[in-house]
């Protein structure tokens, strides 16, 4: 477990305490009515149900200790206190794919509220990482995998 702090925004902030707390109320029950109910199947040497549902709880566990972790690290980013001018975390940045033309907006978040299907990125993917301190205007070079992306940031917003 890291002991750095951990930035991010109130909507991840909630989004990891609501899943905190389905671990700990919902699923610990669920996983203890599963593990009652195999244990009522009797011989618990051989007991497949009881072995699965007792490794769920343990993976469950071990999340939960996770997100207490990440949340008691957790630091809420204020958009008042960043400045406008430049990609910080926060940042909603909208930019243009050089090659197709094709325009894009990007938030840029930490590790663990990152989705690319809501167009959240990461600030340590590739991307994220070239985004960081640009400002609009510039053209951004970005080694991928698949070769090089080329972004102009357009505007840059909270």
């Known amino acids: 477990m890291a002991y750095d702090d951990l930035f991010l925004t109130q909507e991840g902030y909630e989004k990891l305490k609501e899943k905190l707390d389905y671990l700990k109320?919902?699923?610990r029950r669920e996983i203890s009515k599963q593990i009652e109910k195999a244990r009522a199947m009797g011989d618990l040497s051989e007991n497949?149900?009881?072995?699965?549902?007792?490794?769920?709880?343990?993976h469950c566990e071990k999340d939960i200790?996770?997100?207490e972790d990440k949340l008691g690290r957790a630091r809420?980013?204020?958009?008042?206190?960043?400045?406008?001018?430049k990609v910080y975390i926060g940042?909603?940045?909208k930019l243009r794919d050089e090659d197709s033309q094709e325009e894009l907006e990007y938030c840029l978040v930490s590790p663990p509220e990152a989705d690319y299907?809501?167009?959240k990125i990461s600030v340590e993917s590739p991307i994220g990482k070239a985004l960081m301190g640009r400002k609009v205007?510039?053209?951004?070079v970005i080694k991928v995998p698949a070769g090089e992306l080329k972004y102009k940031v357009l505007?840059?917003?909270r």
């Not at 809420?76 to 001018?85: A, T």
């Not at 205007?137 to 951004?140: G, K, P």
């Open 25 to 27: 109320t919902t699923k």
């Open 48 to 58: 497949a149900e009881y072995d699965a549902a007792k490794e769920a709880q343990a």
């Open 65 to 67: 200790r996770e997100l």
């Open 76 to 85: 809420i980013i204020e958009h008042e206190n960043i400045p406008n001018d």
């Open 91 to 93: 940042a909603k940045v």
């Open 117 to 119: 299907a809501l167009n």
């Open 137 to 140: 205007d510039d053209l951004v």
């Open 155 to 157: 505007g840059i917003s």
